[in-house]
């Protein structure tokens, strides 16, 4: 279980479980969100949730995708701040799954 910061005061927070993850990187949710500035703002949210509803909607209701939406992207809290630090979590965990045993 990870937990994230859900605004730059640090007084909100959205907890991110493997589950989540491992949704986000089966259905590339990151891939082509960001234009080429990077900026991460509200109208890349919104995008995000788009995306996830179209996804839920083609693909009858996917358990996991479901609660990706409840639990993260639909959160209460959850804002571009909030967004811009699951995409940090995101990528220091897709680091990490890339690292040989050893």
């Not at 234009?35 to 358990?63: A, F, H, P, Q, Y």
């Not at 965990?93 to 050893?102: A, L, Y």
Request: aromatic share 6%; glycine share 6%.
């Amino acid at each position: 279980m990870y937990t994230i910061q859900a605004n730059e005061s640090g007084t909100r927070s959205i907890d991110i479980d493997e589950q989540h993850l491992l949704t986000i990187d089966r259905y590339n949710l990151f891939e082509g969100l960001c234009d080429s500035v990077g900026i991460i703002d509200e109208g890349v949210l919104d995008k995000l949730k788009m995306t996830v509803r179209s996804l839920i909607i083609s693909s009858d209701g996917d358990k996991d995708l479901l609660d990706l939406c409840c639990d993260v992207v639909y959160h209460n809290n959850m804002k571009a701040y909030g967004l811009r630090e699951l995409i940090r979590l995101y990528a220091k965990w897709v680091d990490k799954q890339m690292v040989p045993e050893i």
